[in-house]
Structures are given as structure tokens and as C-alpha cells.
T-cell receptor
Framework: DAKTTQPNSMESNEEEPVHLPCNHSTISGTDYIHWYRQLPSQGPEYVIHGLTSNVNNRMASLAIAEDRKSSTLILHRATLRDAAVYYCILGNFNKFYFGSGTKLNVKP | KAGVTQTPRYLIKTRGQQVTLSCSPISGHRSVSWYQQTPGQGLQFLFEYFSETQRNKGNFPGRFSGRQFSNSRSEMNVSTLELGDSALYLC?????????????FGDGTRLSIL
């Protein structure tokens, strides 16, 4: 099973950008890179996904390394509501393998 | 638009019993996946159903089973419950599955085994 490695926790100040890294050195050519986040007492919420090119949506940006062995989720201006556990996941067909995630703390 | 609904939200059982959890996907979604979340193992994929057929399966023992009905609602069954089955069980739905489609998660059923 493809695996991802993320820092256990990160801290950010409100209104500042946040870069959440993820390593996935065993990624296969057909694995998509997905990011989900989970707020306390809730199920995970979709953030963004991509295959090879960088992606942007209203929530975040996803930067994918040229060799696809790592990626970075970018929150352009962190808010208190962005405090959550962020999961970097490799998805192939409909099997998603969640790593342990990064707990993001946002300071006011 | 209603989200994914899981019932019940909380459940307490004893070892050896069996349990059935229910998931109603978002209207129009035909793929339903189940996950187990524990503090030690994190989120682990159980299985995925599409059009009433199990299409993908994770690495869980046969005590964990599921099914999907013609209206896409899904149930998950765990037989001969063990203490280690205590977890948050999450259901997620998507239009047709596949890596291109976001999964929409419910808030889970918290199962406690005494």
C-alpha cells in the first residue's frame, strides 16, 4: 500500500500562509494525491486533489514536485477555522489510504 | 442538499455481540465507502460499494461485512465484537467512486465495546 509521511503537528499565525508538506516516495503513476482535513468531532472534509500539475481551488493550492514524490498543501491565509488535522492521501481507483496527518494549530 | 447521514451516532455493545451501522449517502451518489478510525491506527479503509456490489476491500477480517441497497444506502455489520473494534466508523459517498471524485464523509458512528 502506498504510504505518506507528514509532520505530526504545525503551528501558524492567523492571516499568514501555511505550507503543509507531505512525502510519498512510493507513489505509483496512477496514484492521485488528495488532501482532506478533519475538524474535531466531524468526519473528514475534502480539500483538494491533483495528479501531476499544481492545482488551485477556493480553499487551497496544491503544489506537486516534478518527480511526484512530495507535495505541499498551501493555505494562503490561515484562519482559526482552519485548525484541524490535515491528511495527505494517495488514491487509486477508490481505495484511499490515510496517513497519520498533521495537526494544524492556528494562533490568533 | 442533505449530507451523508450515519445512524446511530453512538453505540455501546459487549464483546461477542454483533452490530449493524447504517449510512445514507448524498442523493445521487452511488459509491459508498466505510472507514474505521482509532487513535492508534488512524483512518483505515474497510470497503467500498457501488451499485450494490463490493468493489474494493481493505485488510480487515471477515467479521466486518457490508452491503448496499438499490437506493444506495449502505449498512456495515461487525460480528463477534472484540474490544479492539471500539472506534469511530465513518461512511463516505461519492457520485461514482474513483480517484477523481471527492468523497463526502458523515460524522460517524462511535462504537464502544465493553
Amino acid at each position: 500500500d502506498a504510504k505518506t509521511t507528514q509532520p505530526n503537528s504545525m503551528e501558524s499565525n492567523e492571516e499568514e500562509p501555511v505550507h503543509l508538506p507531505c512525502n510519498h516516495s512510493t507513489i505509483s503513476g496512477t496514484d492521485y494525491i488528495h488532501w482532506y482535513r478533519q475538524l474535531p468531532s466531524q468526519g473528514p472534509e475534502y480539500v483538494i486533489h491533483g495528479l501531476t500539475s499544481n492545482v488551485n481551488n477556493r480553499m487551497a493550492s496544491l503544489a506537486i514536485a516534478e518527480d511526484r514524490k512530495s507535495s505541499t498543501l498551501i493555505l494562503h491565509r490561515a484562519t482559526l477555522r482552519d485548525a484541524a488535522v490535515y491528511y495527505c492521501i494517495l488514491g487509486n481507483f477508490n481505495k484511499f489510504y490515510f496517513g497519520s496527518g498533521t495537526k494544524l494549530n492556528v494562533k490568533p | 442538499k442533505a449530507g451523508v447521514t450515519q445512524t446511530p451516532r453512538y453505540l455501546i455493545k459487549t464483546r461477542g455481540q454483533q452490530v449493524t451501522l447504517s449510512c445514507s449517502p448524498i442523493s445521487g451518489h452511488r459509491s459508498v465507502s466505510w472507514y474505521q478510525q482509532t487513535p492508534g491506527q488512524g483512518l483505515q479503509f474497510l470497503f467500498e460499494y457501488f451499485s450494490e456490489t463490493q468493489r474494493n476491500k481493505g485488510n480487515f477480517p471477515g467479521r466486518f461485512s457490508g452491503r448496499q441497497f438499490s437506493n444506495s444506502r449502505s449498512e456495515m455489520n461487525v460480528s463477534t465484537l472484540e474490544l479492539g473494534d471500539s472506534a469511530l466508523y465513518l461512511c463516505a459517498s461519492s457520485l461514482a467512486g474513483g480517484p477523481l471524485q471527492p468523497q463526502h464523509f458523515g460524522d460517524g458512528t462511535r462504537l464502544s465495546i465493553l
